[in-house]
């Protein structure tokens, strides 16, 4: 019985503060809520979810996720690797896939916020990798094929790779404030 109490005081204080944050609090729940609405199964299948510079670079390493989704600007101050090979929804059955989304959306997939990733160096190692929403501020070196800067993302910096044959495999819809080069 004395169990019992514990566990309902407990729930009953979680249910109190919980209901206690701000307003800025529930838009950031919200936002939290929607981010990963990619597609319905991405919080089901080990998204990333991350408003801190340790848990993005931890989030794009190679122990990392396929999906990782930024709830707020984010600044870094050290170089970023992006690493490791990932399936789409983490199947093994699916693509090479890996995607990074700087924006938030509603249930009906409708874009509500876009967030800026800063960092000084952003070195993409892992197979098709997808920049969506949102913008990276910083360069860019590319080291693996299939990089996409889906239509809605931008780098606003220069956007580097390390061959022709790597370039040659990249999807470029969104846009670059910098250069765009073999390097």
Known sequence: MKLFKVLAVAGVTAAL?????SDKDAAKNAAATAAPATEQADATTSASIVNQADAFTAAVSDKGTWIVAVLN????????VVAGEFHDKNDASKPIYRKLALYAQDADHKVTASYTLTAPKVTVQSENFRVQGGTIKGDVYVEANGFNLYKDATIDGNLYFSSEDVKATAVLEGKVTGATEVK
């Open 17 to 21: 503060l919980a209901g206690c944050g």
């Open 73 to 80: 600007d984010l600044t870094v101050d050290k170089d970023v």
